[in-house]
Nanobody
Framework: VQLQACGGGLVQAGGSLRLSCEAS????????LGWFRQAPGKEREFVAA????????LYADSVKGRFTISRDNAKTTVYLQMNSLKPEDTAVYYC???????????????WGHGTLVTVSS
């Protein structure tokens, strides 16, 4: 599975962005999908995950209520709608795919290259 994330950019605090990640190869609907992020000088961390048929979603406490993960299996694309952005959301955002439902970063098998989100104060 190859993943390509896009949609990052510069936004003011309080603004919104929507990230997209298109997959190719493999069987998209079989994979759990997740978003992770890595801020400058920090370790990569979990942001959100969605199960194969969108039955289950999971969010990090830091983004709960502000971010929404969704997927369109017909378009083999996963999205991350980010609202009420804060400067601390500044990071490179990565999409990833796993063979089974998980929020554990090490259990994701496929990774995209990442897209930079910068939130100015």
């Amino acid at each position: 599975v190859q993943l390509q994330a896009c949609g990052g950019g510069l936004v003011q605090a309080g603004g919104s962005l929507r990230l997209s990640c298109e997959a190719s190869g493999g069987t998209f609907s079989r994979n759990a999908l997740g978003w992770f992020r890595q801020a400058p000088g920090k370790e990569r961390e979990f942001v959100a995950a969605v199960s194969r048929w969108s039955v289950t979603t999971l969010y990090a406490d830091s983004v709960k209520g502000r971010f929404t993960i969704s997927r369109d299996n017909a378009k083999t694309t996963v999205y991350l709608q980010m609202n009420s952005l804060k400067p601390e959301d500044t990071a490179v955002y990565y999409c990833a795919a796993a063979r089974a439902w998980t929020a554990t970063m090490g259990e994701y098998d496929y990774w995209g290259h990442g897209t930079l989100v910068t939130v100015s104060s």
